[in-house]
């Protein structure tokens, strides 16, 4: 039996980026969830990080993810400053907050969260 003929998608889209600001102070108690970003419904993530810019409190890590799974993203240890890269899951995220969970209480700290994502079904331009 021949192959059933392919249609082709023309249409391309720019990724878009989320990022968000937080210091201790928002995520200052441990081991509850905060949400620290809101993407849209359906997205699919392409990467992300976590740059700290003022360490956080010593012998903490920071957990990134939904409410349905804490480590979605992956769990940050961020007791000095740098750049650590997220955890990507091979699906959508159908649950669009994204949540920092701290293990211990919070006395310092600051980070910019930022993630490259796109939606499945939208285009920017149609590719001739």
Known sequence: MPNKALVLNAERQYPLIAMQEFTYEHIADANVAVPVLKLPRG???LRGQL???AAFTAASTIKLGTLASDARFGTIDA?????DNLTIPADTVEDTTIYAKPSIAM???AATLWVEYVIPGRGNEVQP
């Open 43 to 45: 997205a699919r993530v």
């Open 79 to 83: 007791t000095s400053a740098g750049v």
């Open 51 to 53: 740059i700290a810019t």
């Open 107 to 109: 006395l310092a700290g």
